[in-house]
């Protein structure tokens, strides 16, 4: 058989871009061939390194640049309207107001997280505070923005300024503080965030908080690509009842065949290791022998099948 | 990943009320899809003045162009189009100056995109330092062997999770392009790569 036109199809297949009728060509092929199954293996470690270098843009950066956009925009004539209508005094500032409102930006990197806060809007530095405008000079506050101004007696002027500021914290994964900010991280909108705090938290699986974390993320995460990074991470806790039930609900639900199969290793790992889950077990038999009936894809029904043989458990429902 | 919009209305009334000239509804619009914006120019051009520079020029365009904006496609797929025409012309402009900058300034001072492999995967071992350091090596290769449009596609099916009919569109080519793409990146990748995986 020859192997090389299947063997191009291989990262499309991991992408989930090939068509029904593609995918099932692919997937006969695999089965009956070992060497295709090493390579497909092979070309998902290969993108698996490049998910290892994506980088996010530091919120320093898109503060500066959602900053900088509302400045230009400001000197922007008025584009054509749809409809005509009369500019309200002050959106601009509504707007810059806007584009630096809170926003998430927990950006956790390398062995220590360093985080990043939102804006702290309005605040006012009172003068003569250690750290505030008594001991800034004018260049300090040049992104700051007034507030209000006030004659003094004295003849100097009182300026309130709104600044924005970040914040970074700095401390290892088992720091509650730290734990905490990658916990919420897990759920940010941004899949590269998502992405780096998953990996950064499955060197702690053991603790149960991050397992729970990592579980949600392979039940609920939208991007593959974070929801094998976080089943990697509980690749090591298949004894765990808790991990095992989301495995089974991963073999359940998701529809990226990555996914299902290496949910699949998993629950036949945590087979191969003990004999007395039988009991304990009885809902994942019937995840295999549901997806047994149902999956059309013959190498995934083979890996059902040695589920279903090393649990000693029939391949029909009753 | 959908972009995490927050929005307060749905997007086509957000839209039209920006096209009527209603400035909060536009800045609601940049915020929607900001950061997606600014973290593809800043994975292809690996600047972040070049990626400031990108998304700039893409929102003004947008600023500009909205009242000409028919709802023929996505907002998301016009908006992408911009920001990726914007990269291409900036990494075609690379490609003769032979530049290729792999240093990015991130939430934790400056980052080598690709050290950060070194670092996940070294562990201190002298030895894997030396595998990792060759792994590293070869991403810059590769990486800086593709061409740009071989570049775009990667980086939108790989990191933002464009389907590639999506991506197609945004190009404007056919998914089978696209896919011829994508497929030239990979062999290329698996050339460079393939004895370290």
């Given amino acids: 058989m020859n192997c090389e036109p299947m063997r191009e199809q291989l990262p499309l297949l991991l992408y989930g871009e090939l068509s029904f009728d593609e995918e099932e060509a692919v997937e006969t092929h695999l089965e009956g061939c070992a060497d295709c199954r090493s390579a497909l ?5 290969l993108l698996a390194v490049f998910d290892q270098v994506a980088v996010e843009p530091s919120p320093a950066l898109l503060r500066a640049s959602r900053e900088s956009l509302a400045q230009r925009l400001a000197m922007e004539p008025a584009p054509v309207a749809v409809e005509v209508k009369v500019p309200q005094p002050g959106l601009w500032d509504r707007f810059i107001d806007m584009v630096t409102m809170p ?9 220590v997280a360093l985080v990043a806060v939102g804006f702290l809007g309005a605040r006012l530095v009172p003068a003569g505070m250690p750290g505030g405008l008594g001991a800034m000079s004018i260049a300090d506050v040049g992104s700051s923005r007034v507030r209000s101004v006030e004659p003094a007696a004295d003849g100097t002027i009182h300026i ?14 088992d720091d509650a503080a730290i734990r905490e900010l990658l916990l919420g991280a897990t759920k940010d909108p941004s899949d590269g965030l998502r992405a780096e705090t998953v990996a950064l938290l499955t060197k702690s699986a053991d603790a149960s908080d991050v397992r729970n974390a990592l579980m949600y993320t392979i039940r ?12 990697e991470g509980l690749k090591a806790f298949t004894g765990d009842a808790d991990v095992r039930s989301a495995l089974a609900d991963v073999l359940s639900v998701d529809t990226n065949p990555a996914m299902r199969i290496r949910s699949i290793d998993l629950l036949v790992q945590s087979l191969d290791k003990s004999s007395d889950r039988l009991p ?12 047994l009936s149902r999956e059309q894809d013959p190498y995934m029904r083979q890996l059902c099948q040695r589920a279903l043989d090393l649990m000693n458990a029939s391949s029909e429902v009753y | 990943m959908a972009p995490n919009t927050g929005l307060n209305m749905d997007e086509t009334a957000l839209i039209k009320a920006a096209q009527a000239g209603n400035q909060d509804a536009f800045g609601q619009l940049v915020r929607a899809y900001d950061q997606s914006v600014l973290r593809l120019a800043m994975n292809l051009l690996r600047s972040p003045e070049d990626a400031q520079d990108v998304y700039q020029e893409a929102f ?10 028919r709802f023929d496609c996505s907002f998301h797929t016009w908006l992408y189009r911009i920001v990726t025409n914007l990269c291409l012309d900036q990494m075609r402009r690379r490609k003769v100056r032979k530049e290729e900058p792999t240093v990015i300034p991130t939430s934790d001072g400056i ?9 996940q995967r070294a562990d201190g071992d002298p030895q894997r330092n030396l595998y990792s350091g060759q792994i590293r090596k070869k991403i810059k290769e590769v990486l800086g062997g593709l061409t740009p449009r071989e570049r775009m596609v990667f980086e939108m099916r790989h990191y933002q999770g464009l389907r590639l009919r999506n991506i197609g569109e945004i190009l404007g080519t056919t998914e089978e392009a696209a896919k011829n793409c994508l497929f030239r990146a990979n062999q290329k ?7 370290f995986v």
């Avoid at chain 1, 709104?162 to 914290?169: H, L």
């Avoid at chain 2, 980052?111 to 670092?119: K, N, S």
């Avoid at chain 2, 990748?189 to 004895?195: D, H, K, S, T, V």
Wanted: charged share 35%.
């Fill in chain 1, 103 to 111: 926003m998430n930006m927990l950006r956790p990197a390398g062995a």
């Fill in chain 1, 41 to 45: 293996e092979r070309e998902r470690e």
């Fill in chain 1, 280 to 291: 304990a077990d009885r809902r994942i038999v019937g995840v295999f022998q549901e997806l």
């Fill in chain 1, 160 to 173: 309130v300024l709104d600044e924005t500021r970040q914040r970074s914290v700095d401390g290892h994964v």
């Fill in chain 2, 60 to 69: 003004l365009r947008v600023y500009r162009n909205l009242h000409n904006f």
């Fill in chain 2, 111 to 119: 980052l080598d995109r690709v050290e950060t492999v070194a670092d």
């Fill in chain 1, 220 to 231: 609920n995460d939208q991007n593959a690509g974070v929801r094998l990074k976080a089943l």
């Fill in chain 2, 189 to 195: 990748m698996r050339a460079a790569l393939g004895e």
